[in-house]
């Protein structure tokens, strides 16, 4: 799995090599887990400011405010990705865009009083989630959705 932070980020500015490491793990695991080659996967990484974020939010979903992240995904489902990578051969399959305000991560993280380095990577599996094509618009979607969540978040040793 590639997760590479966008130009803008300098390179991960924003996220500690530490937790750039660790969305590198938890991005592998989320595709392991939904059978796919994690090392023909990626997945590239903005974070941005407020204003940024509010204006995708507004443009792409139609709600004029600041949100956490944002999930820009490029197929539908787990089985959209394996076509997509029988059909690329050894070419890596990008998975989609995940876009996190640290602002809004930081306001959270005190909010629940955990780190910010917590809530990011949580933002980050959560939205990685979305590109595989969980979702949680309907009570057993958010179920099945969190306890995968929850699932990976154990497997990095990051729990509540």
């Known amino acids: 799995?590639?997760?590479?932070?966008?130009?803008?980020d300098g390179a991960g500015a924003g996220v500690s090599q530490g937790i750039s490491a660790?969305?590198?793990?938890?991005?592998e695991r989320c595709s392991v887990l939904?059978?796919?080659d994690a090392s023909r996967c990626e997945v590239s990484v903005s974070v941005v400011p407020p204003e940024e974020i509010r204006e995708l939010n507004r443009d792409y979903?139609?709600?004029?405010?600041?949100?956490d992240v944002l999930s820009f995904p490029q197929y539908e489902s787990?089985?959209?990705?394996?076509?997509?990578?029988?059909?690329?051969?050894?070419?890596?399959v990008a998975l989609g865009d995940v876009v996190i305000c640290r602002e809004r991560a930081e306001e959270q993280a005190e909010e629940f009083?955990?780190?910010?380095e917590r809530e990011l990577l949580y933002l980050f599996v959560h939205s990685v989630l979305h590109l595989l094509g969980y979702d949680h618009m309907e009570p057993e979607e958010k179920s099945i959705m969190r306890i995968r969540e929850e699932e990976i978040m154990k497997y990095l040793g990051v729990e509540r």
């Not at 799995?1 to 803008?8: G, L």
């Open 1 to 8: 799995m590639r997760v590479y932070f966008t130009e803008d």
């Open 22 to 27: 660790a969305m590198q793990k938890a991005a």
């Open 34 to 36: 939904e059978g796919l």
């Open 61 to 67: 979903r139609g709600i004029d405010r600041v949100t």
């Open 78 to 92: 787990p089985g959209a990705i394996l076509e997509a990578q029988r059909r690329t051969g050894d070419e890596p």
């Open 113 to 116: 009083g955990h780190p910010v």
